[in-house]
């Protein structure tokens, strides 16, 4: 049976997953597709390091060239990471005339444009659906099952590293350090986990989402972002007490002027199925014009979903290069000349939980919601914990109304610089579903 050439740049996490996949389901795929995919190559950083997969060591290479250069490979699968040297990489094998698949939201959500624009140039397929989600197929369901509906927005907890660490700290008491380094054993983590809890890999997913949903490029930079890096056990504790669990989300939600698009970590209401997404877990609520609201779940990071995910673009690489079938528009995606004006997040309302560390003593409360008052923050509940010892702070968490982010900010200001409390404000977002 015929055979299509495949050139593996990387072979951690994702790129062992893709070569054990298609080892264990070589007579799957046979029967389903009567080709056989069979990597030629695997580009690789060190050749000495030791791998747990059993590959023949004939197949590692350390030149790119070897593989751009095999004129049998015809399909190029970038799973190295990072933006350099993966963006010059995948844009070479797109001007060699290479199907590319790629797993790396980096390079999309800040190069998506020249990418893409690459790709539809030289009619290659380009295919992403790992680097958004993991196993779940977020991206051919907006490029195929929901091309006709007009998207209105999308929620959802796309990063599998935070979702980890929050769900252990909630759960199990564990420490934040310790749940991050359970996450990057386990091959969740970015190679450098900081993009994971600043939020940077969330913005990276929902900048590409956007994008694909909105028919517009939305980079990176213009997606508001706040990670988990200073989120307190105490705070994910208050906020179950008050019936939420504290999740990071993303949004890409499109208005008749405006689009906002923004990562934070937010209250759900705990009866909120996006509450109940644990671990590793990812999930995407969306909102189309003529389907309605849809939910995906599933496994948003780790070797096996992932590798899942590269081989299904590399089923539909072959199929694009076998049929050589003429550049539709979503294949590869090009973007209309829409240009949205992007909400600044000042004028974005939410309700809010806001956590205070003041001391108790009488009149406390009354300066803090006197401040709150003045920018027209209204108090929707409040707790109190008692003092253990006179002159100790002690926290006092409140709930709001809706309020505008830009008035808060000013609120919150000034209430930090109260003589009564002793430290910055934990402020946290209220989803109202
Ligand atoms: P990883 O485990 O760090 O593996 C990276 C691989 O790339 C390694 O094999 C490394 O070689 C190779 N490499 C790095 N720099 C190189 C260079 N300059 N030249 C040649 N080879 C180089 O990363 P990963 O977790 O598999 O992630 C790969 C991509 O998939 C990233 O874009 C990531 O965001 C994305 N992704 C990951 C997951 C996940 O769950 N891990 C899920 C979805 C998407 P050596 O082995 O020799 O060091
Ligand atoms: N580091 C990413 C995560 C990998 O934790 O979600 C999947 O894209």
Redesign the pocket.
Known sequence: MEEVKIGL????????GVFELLEKNRELIKERIGLVPVIKKI?????K?S?NTQVNPELFT?S?EEILEDPEISIVC?????IS??KDYVLRALQKGKEVV?????ILAEYGDEIWGEALKNGRFLGFE??VG?GIPIIKTLREALIGNEIKSIVGIVN?TTNYILTKMLEENMDFREALKEAQKK?????DPTLDINGM?AAHKIAILASLSFGSFIKSSQVYVEGIEDIDLMDLTFAKNFGYIIKLLAYAIKQKNYIEVRVHPTLIPENHVLASIRLNYNAFYLTGDFVGDVLLYGL????E??AS?VVSDIITAIEFSYFRKKPFIKYPLTFSQKSYKIRSMDEVEFKYYFRFSALDKPGVLSKISGVLGKYNISIASVVQIGRQKKKQAVPIVMLTHEAKEKNVAKALEEIDNLEVVSAPTKKYRIMDF
């Open positions: 740049l990387g072979f951690g996490t994702v790129g062992t580009l690789v950083r060190d050749l390091k791998r350390t790119f970038e799973l190295i990471g990072g040297p993966a790629t797993a790396n939201k980096a790992a680097s993991g599998g091959g969740y983590a970015e190679a890999d948003g990071a780790g070797k979903p992932t995910a």
